[in-house]
């Protein structure tokens, strides 16, 4: 896929392409301040926000789930205990990517636990954070669990498709596009969006733009 197709992609979510900028005007900004602190700290923030951007632009909402993850626990070493930012990105992380929650808690609780030992802090700060992350979890997951994305990410030509295919009319009588091409199309768009069916696609498809659909076809 063509860098100007990835851009397409991306900017049809205009969240996840807020993330992919800041990121990059993070990277730029950390690599300005290695000139007036500690270079090993902000040379490792700048990278780590370049490979978040990198990630998010290429892979995107898995892309940005674990790149931000990684980070995260790099993060552990770096921070105080009652700092928790480290939990913060890993809620951001598993939000965005819901399959990897139990690995990346785990994870979490092992670097956790060795970033602790290395700095030979007492047990009371363990607890401390532990429950204070479990407070986060809790209250994250009362306050979230009912939000679930729901825009989806497209390429220009399949929202042309997308379009056809709303106002009624089958893969065959599509004329801006080969036959192979509206399908390959619409495989891209299904996987990308996890959708099984074409009609999964379409249905989201259709209550994502429901407004500028009717508005089109009274016209």
Same mark, same amino acid.
């Given at each position: 896929?063509?860098?100007?197709?990835?851009y397409?992609i991306? !900017?049809?979510?205009? /969240?996840?392409?807020?993330?992919?900028?800041?990121? #990059? %005007?993070?990277?730029?900004?950390? @690599?300005? =301040? +290695?000139?007036?602190?500690?270079?090993?700290?902000?040379?490792?923030r700048?990278?780590?926000?370049?490979?978040?951007?990198?990630?998010?632009f290429?892979?995107?909402? !898995?892309?940005?789930? /674990?790149?931000?993850l990684?980070?995260g626990?790099? #993060? %552990?070493?770096?921070?105080?205990? @009652?700092n =928790? +930012?480290?939990?913060l990105?890993?809620?951001?992380?598993?939000?965005?990517?819901?399959?990897?929650?139990?690995?990346?808690?785990?994870?979490?609780?092992?670097?956790?636990?060795?970033?602790?030992?290395?700095?030979?802090?007492?047990?009371?700060?363990?607890?401390?954070h532990?429950?204070n992350?479990?407070?986060?979890?809790?209250?994250?997951?009362?306050?979230?669990?009912t939000?679930?994305?729901?825009?989806?990410?497209?390429?220009?030509?399949?929202?042309?498709?997308?379009?056809?295919?709303?106002?009624?009319?089958?893969?065959?009588?599509?004329?801006?596009?080969?036959?192979?091409?509206?399908?390959r199309?619409?495989?891209?768009?299904?996987?990308?969006?996890?959708?099984?069916?074409?009609?999964?696609?379409?249905?989201?498809?259709l209550?994502?733009?429901?407004?500028?659909?009717?508005?089109?076809?009274?016209?």
């Amino acid at each position: 896929m063509t860098l100007k197709k990835r851009y397409e992609i991306i !900017k049809s979510d205009k /969240l996840l392409f807020s993330i992919f900028a800041i990121h #990059l %005007l993070l990277a730029f900004f950390h @690599f300005a =301040y +290695t000139f007036y602190s500690d270079g090993v700290q902000a040379i490792l923030r700048c990278s780590f926000c370049f490979l978040i951007a990198l990630a998010t632009f290429f892979h995107l909402r !898995k892309g940005f789930a /674990l790149s931000i993850l990684l980070y995260g626990y790099v #993060l %552990l070493y770096f921070n105080n205990f @009652f700092n =928790y +930012t480290s939990f913060l990105f890993l809620l951001f992380a598993v939000y965005c990517l819901p399959k990897i929650q139990k690995p990346a808690l785990i994870l979490y609780a092992l670097n956790v636990f060795i970033a602790f030992s290395i700095r030979d802090l007492k047990i009371l700060a363990f607890g401390i954070h532990a429950k204070n992350c479990l407070l986060f979890y809790i209250c994250a997951k009362y306050l979230f669990a009912t939000i679930t994305p729901h825009i989806l990410l497209l390429t220009n030509d399949e929202r042309i498709v997308l379009d056809e295919l709303a106002a009624g009319k089958l893969q065959k009588q599509i004329e801006q596009f080969s036959q192979n091409t509206v399908t390959r199309l619409l495989k891209n768009a299904m996987t990308r969006n996890k959708c099984n069916t074409k009609q999964e696609l379409l249905n989201k498809y259709l209550n994502e733009n429901h407004q500028n659909i009717v508005i089109n076809s009274k016209d």
